[in-house]
């Protein structure tokens, strides 16, 4: 691969970041996560198939870090008994890039059995799917085109997935003014923990 080529799918991949569609409801996202974790105690499950059930796991894990409790829910795994985890006043993100992976849909259906009224924030490419239809609060990811060659394989999509994670991760952490102490507080390992006690140490001389 040469560098015009590099180039090229580096230039895609930041285009379809900045056609990722805008507007209000990233607030009611955000707002809806604060409601359900920082003020009725619930938690944030988070879930997807394949890939962007691996976007999924690291936007959980994210989003532990920076003082807002989630977890990956493997949406298999939910159906021999990991489903038992949910609670009332928890609230589901669910990232699909069709909006219609037959486990997510499934996982829906048997959350609600256990909490009826469980509102879910969705990330998809088609908002006329069957998850956008189930959702509180869709966000669209522009539906871009994969750079992959066979336009198969997800590659630009995780990409703006990934993104759409990081907005709400950082809108809830300015919502809930999450410190450099709050950090410190859940990251004492490596790098990042030393330089976060150090951070919150300079803040507060």
Do not use: W
Not at 113 to 136: G, H, Q, R, Y
Not at 146 to 171: A, H, K, N, Q, Y
């Amino acid at each position: 691969m040469n560098e015009t080529s590099i180039k090229s799918i580096l230039e895609q991949e930041a285009e379809a970041v900045r056609h990722i569609p805008t507007g209000a409801a990233y607030g009611a996202a955000i707002d809806l996560i604060v409601e359900h974790v920082h003020r009725l105690g619930g938690t944030l499950v988070i879930s997807g198939m394949g890939k962007a059930g691996q976007i999924a796991m690291n936007i959980a894990t994210t989003f532990s870090s920076t003082g807002t409790p989630a977890y990956f829910l493997h949406p298999s795994e939910a159906q021999h008994g990991d489903l038992g985890i949910m609670r009332k006043h928890d609230l589901m993100l669910l990232i699909s890039n069709s909006g219609k992976t037959r486990e997510l849909v499934e996982l829906v259906q048997l959350a609600r059995e256990l909490v009826a009224d469980m509102p879910l924030i969705v990330i998809t490419s088609d908002l006329d799917s069957p998850l956008a239809k189930e959702a509180a609060v869709c966000l669209s990811t522009g539906a871009p085109q994969e750079i992959c060659p066979l336009g198969l394989t997800p590659t630009t999509s995780t990409t703006v997935m990934t993104v759409i994670g990081d907005i709400l991760v950082v809108g809830v952490m300015q919502k809930i003014g999450f410190t450099s102490a709050d950090y410190a507080r859940r990251h004492h390992g490596g790098y990042l923990g030393s330089k976060s006690r150090q951070q919150s140490k300079n803040e507060n001389t």
